[in-house]
Nanobody, 129 residues
Framework: QVQLVESGGGSVQAGGSLRLSCAAS????????MGWFRQAPGKEREGVAA????????FYANSVKGRFTISQDNAKNTMYLQMNSLKPEDTATYYC??????????????????????WGKGTLVTISS
């Protein structure tokens, strides 16, 4: 059974930093697309960042480029999202998700469309001004 468990959310002031973690278990640890998504109240879910584990290609939403960094630790089956220079508009519930992927282009496509196979339950990030 695939399980994705997010952690690291919390409340910080604007300009601060948080690091989210996504611990994964129960799935094929071959080439995958792992992504972070977020959903703010009253808004649609949006892709924040993704990483293709077969080649370490990374992708970011324009709104977070230069501020967020996605990474993975294969030994720990854990994905991270380092978030710096946080803004109030970053406030949302953040979800991690995974899908098997054959290459980076496919990873980008499924991430942008949010067509992932497995999802975590989310962790809340609140940024105050």
């Amino acid at each position: 059974q695939v399980q994705l468990v997010e952690s690291g959310g919390g409340s910080v002031q604007a300009g601060g930093s948080l690091r989210l973690s996504c611990a994964a278990s129960g799935y094929n640890t071959g080439s995958n697309c792992m992504g972070w998504f977020r959903q703010a109240p009253g808004k649609e879910r949006e892709g924040v960042a993704a990483i293709y584990t077969g080649g370490d290609s990374t992708f970011y939403a324009n709104s977070v480029k230069g501020r967020f960094t996605i990474s993975q630790d294969n030994a720990k089956n854990t994905m991270y999202l380092q978030m710096n220079s946080l803004k109030p508009e970053d406030t949302a519930t953040y979800y991690c998700a995974v899908r098997m992927a054959r290459d980076g282009d496919f990873c980008y496509t499924v991430w942008r469309a949010a067509v992932m196979d497995y999802w975590g339950k989310g962790t809340l990030v609140t940024i105050s001004s």
